[in-house]
């Protein structure tokens, strides 16, 4: 059984708002097919790091999300700023099970074991906070890494942080999300939201104190998932 992770699918097999228009995302949706079938086994599991689905609503998410169904392995899915559709856990695990996605599961306040890892992390938030509205919703932020954080600690496995912002981007930190991963000992982070040539120059990726980063970002990893193990 093997770990994967990728971000920013960006679909919109439901809705009007296909991402070929930008460049370097021509033909996507058959490309990350194409790459998930070639990699990804049935026993496997794929993190899916935010900016998922374009759709606004949660019941609009049905053609996106039977998509993901349908692609081979377990999918652990977690909130990026474009998920308009996000809702309680417990709203989105109902709507999972009626719409019979059994593949997909939605990562929020909690964690998933997948062998020797267990999966957690947040959405996470800008880096620079400078609006009151900005810190509250960093605070809330740091809140849920927390929690899922020792929810993954509590079974014994060794967590792996997936995030959709980045912590570190140029040369900028978010020192909240930071403390958090470092009080945890967290080795290994993994996240999504950049693109473009010009902004993932800027991205962090490598060893930082400890910790080795990774963007994942789909059209940074060529729509291919990535190997966590």
């Not at 960006?10 to 990350?32: A, C, I, Q, T």
């Not at 990562?107 to 400078?130: A, M, P």
């Amino acid at each position: 059984m093997s770990l994967f992770a990728i971000a920013d699918l960006h679909l919109s097999l439901g809705e009007n708002k296909p991402m070929d228009v930008f460049v370097g995302w021509n033909d996507y949706v058959k490309r990350l097919t194409d790459n998930w079938n070639r990699i990804v086994s049935e026993n496997d599991t794929v993190v899916i790091a935010g900016d998922i689905s374009w759709a606004m609503k949660l019941e609009e998410t049905y053609t996106d999300f039977k998509f993901i169904d349908s692609l081979p392995g377990k999918k652990i899915l977690l909130k990026g700023n474009h998920d308009y559709w996000w809702s309680t856990k417990s709203k989105m695990d109902k709507y999972l099970a009626e719409s019979k996605f059994n593949s997909v599961s939605i990562l929020f306040n909690n964690s998933y074991e997948c062998d020797e890892f267990s999966v957690c992390g947040t959405r996470g938030w800008f880096i620079e906070n400078e609006s009151s509205e900005d810190i509250k919703v960093l605070n809330r932020e740091v809140g849920r890494l927390k929690t899922s954080i020792q929810c993954a600690q509590s079974s014994g496995k060794e967590p792996v942080v997936f995030l959709h912002y980045p912590p570190i981007y140029g040369g900028s930190i978010c020192n909240e999300i930071m403390d958090v991963l470092f009080d945890n000992n967290i080795s290994k982070c993994y996240y999504g939201h950049i693109h473009g040539k010009k902004n993932m120059k800027a991205a962090f990726e490598g060893n930082y104190r400890g910790i080795e980063f990774k963007l994942i970002s789909c059209d940074k990893v060529s729509f291919i998932p990535v190997l966590v193990r």
